[in-house]
């Protein structure tokens, strides 16, 4: 059974970083992609960063040049750094991966930026 767990989120102020997890029960080998989407409230889910298995990145708009995506194979986890954090950077943030047309998600992580 596919299980992706999230961690790292917390309240950090404008201008800080913070380093999210997604730990995978299985290989991260074994998905064709992996990405990091966020929901504020009263918005829906956006995606914030993918990387794929071939190790292709893309990002939203919004976090070019503050948000590194990154894959480390041997511990099957996939990390998010968020630098120069803004109070809009301001929601839950969740791991999703996608093999073989099938979609996993975690179950969130909250990250509180305050101005």
């Not at 194979?73 to 999703?96: G, I, R």
Request: proline share 2%.
């Amino acid at each position: 059974q596919v299980q992706l767990v999230e961690s790292g989120g917390g309240l950090v102020q404008a201008g800080g970083s913070l380093r999210l997890s997604c730990a995978a029960s299985v290989s991260i080998f074994s998905f064709n992609a992996m990405g990091w989407y966020r929901q504020a409230p009263g918005n829906q889910r956006e995606l914030v960063a993918v990387i794929t298995s071939g190790g292709m990145t893309n990002y939203a708009d919004s976090v070019k040049g503050r948000f590194t995506i990154s894959r480390d194979n041997a511990k099957n986890t996939v990390h998010l750094q968020m630098n120069s954090l803004k109070p809009e950077d301001t929601a839950v943030y969740y791991c999703k991966g996608v093999k073989i047309g099938n979609h996993y998600w975690g179950q969130g992580t909250q990250v509180t930026v305050s101005s």
